[in-house]
């Protein structure tokens, strides 16, 4: 059964840095990948999305690279500002049309 | 992207009553819906696949009678829970599978509502 697994937990950075946020999963048989920011009570926005067959997407200052031999796929924020400041969810579907499974998040916090 | 809906956003009921959950896709059809739950600092866990026109499947550990989901149109899913408990408390999110969209098969969430018991 997937697990998905997200380090670290909390991060604290000071404006205008970059950064990196980690996302693992066990079985590298996935369908696609999707990272998700979550502010405060409120629910997900999708940030991007990976397919199977693709081993980065880029958005703006977000890039998120897939590496299925080593399960692992990272969240690259360049230039982080304080309105970055949130819970960041990384999740995995195995399958065209099953459910995602999620990491428990890295919460994201940038100083001004 | 395309947009999902889910009313209430908010409510707050007391213990033993029923309470009825709506999401919504608006702008395509989802023959797939989701209901996740999260507790406070947790992640999403999911409870149940809800298919257009059949029954839903559910996680282990979760009661199909306590969580009734009904999915009776391509853009309507029902979540509701039947005498709630404080237990039942919980942020609710469901998502939709936009199949029509050429690959990716990404998933698209409601706002979530939030339900407290008393």
């Known amino acids: 059964k997937q697990e998905v697994t997200q380090i670290p937990a909390a991060l604290s950075v000071p404006e205008g840095e970059n950064l990196v946020l980690n996302c693992s999963f066990t079985d590298s048989a996935i369908y696609n990948l999707q990272w998700f920011r979550q502010d405060p009570g409120k629910g997900l926005t999708s940030l991007l999305l990976?397919?199977?067959?693709?081993r980065e997407q880029t958005s703006g200052r977000l890039n998120a690279s897939l590496d299925k031999s080593s399960g692992r796929s990272t969240l690259y924020i360049a230039a982080s500002q304080p309105g970055d400041s949130a819970t960041y969810l990384c999740a995995a579907t195995n399958q065209a049309g099953t459910a995602l499974i999620f990491g428990k998040g890295t919460t994201l916090s940038v100083s001004s | 992207g395309a947009v999902v809906s889910q009313h209430p956003s908010r409510v707050i009921c007391k213990s033993g009553t029923s309470v009825k959950i709506e999401c919504r896709s608006l702008d395509f059809q989802a023959t797939t819906m989701f209901w996740y739950r999260q507790f406070p600092k947790q992640s999403l866990m999911l409870m149940a696949t809800?298919?257009?026109?059949?029954?839903?499947?559910?996680e282990q550990g979760v009661e199909k009678d306590k969580f009734l989901i009904n999915h009776a149109s391509l853009t309507l899913s029902t979540l509701t829970v039947t005498s709630a408990h404080p237990e039942d408390s919980s942020f609710y999110i469901c998502?939709?599978?936009?199949?029509?969209?050429?690959?990716?098969?990404?998933?698209?969430f409601g706002p979530g509502t939030r339900l407290t018991v008393l």
């Open positions: 809800s298919n257009e026109g059949s029954k839903a499947t559910y």
């Open positions: 990976i397919q199977s067959s693709q």
């Open positions: 998502s939709a599978r936009d199949h029509g969209l050429a690959g990716g098969d990404e998933q698209f």
